[in-house]
């Protein structure tokens, strides 16, 4: 049976290499440079499967790949629905933030009850992060450069992930506040776990045993 793994370019797929290659897994073609989805591995009977950051949840669930490797933002906004998620691998780690302009008071926005406007990709962890605080927001859907929102009157506030701050810095945006530390985790398809129990196991000891390593 084949092992399939759903990976992201970029980030995720530039720090789990490394993972990957301790355990046995290296790509045939260069993920980055082949236009190829589905590449083989010199590891037997594994694949990689390349979705994009937010897809790899999705194929995981419906079992498409066995394995995947998503951030815990993302993992958030799917739901984890159908996902074992044994393991945290440490890695593309940063913030999930509230961020608005440098001349916006937050504090007495939401002290005054104000119904906040956000801009984010991350519309459900918005949701339930301000519906936990009591404050009324309309989340605004977008798919990327949440920081152009509030310079030009779209949102009040975005919801994003932070990394060194510097995108912020230089849009004149100033985190407020921290919704959740982020950083990737392995999961797995609950099915798969148990039809494929032999092969998927040494796998995710491997990745266990690499990321600890790696620490
Ligand atoms: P920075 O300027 O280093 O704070 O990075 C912020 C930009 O990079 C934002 O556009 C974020 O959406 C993106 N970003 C930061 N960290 C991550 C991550 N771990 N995974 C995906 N995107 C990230």
Redesign the pocket.
């Known amino acids: 049976m084949t092992i399939g793994i759903a990976l992201s370019k ?3 797929l530039e720090e789990t290499a490394p993972l990957l290659a301790r355990v046995g897994i290296r790509p045939k073609d260069h993920p980055e440079r082949t236009r190829k989805l589905v590449v083989e591995t010199e590891r037997p009977g594994v694949r990689l499967i390349i979705v994009r ?1 937010s897809d790899a949840p999705t194929y995981v669930q419906y079992g498409a790949a066995d394995l995947g490797i998503a ?1 815990k ?1 993302v993992l958030r906004e799917h739901g984890g629905t159908g996902l074992y998620q044994p393991l945290d691998l440490g890695i ?3 913030r999930m933030m509230v961020a608005v302009r440098k001349d916006f008071d937050y504090e007495a926005a939401v002290r005054q009850g104000a119904r906040l406007r956000i801009a984010t990709k991350y519309v459900q962890v918005t949701r339930e992060h301000f519906a936990a605080k009591g404050v009324h927001v309309d989340p605004i859907r977008l798919y ?4 152009l929102a509030p310079l030009v009157g779209l949102a009040d506030a975005i919801v ?11 849009n004149n945006l100033v985190p407020v506040e921290e919704i959740m530390p ?3 985790r392995l999961i797995v398809n609950q099915a798969a776990l148990k039809m494929k129990r032999a092969q998927l196991q040494p796998l995710i000891e491997a990745f266990g045993e690499a990321a600890r390593r790696a620490r």
């Open positions: 970029g980030r995720i950051a951030g933002d593309a780690a940063c990327g450069s949440m920081e994003d992930l932070v990394s060194t701050g510097n995108t912020l810095r230089a982020v950083s990737a």
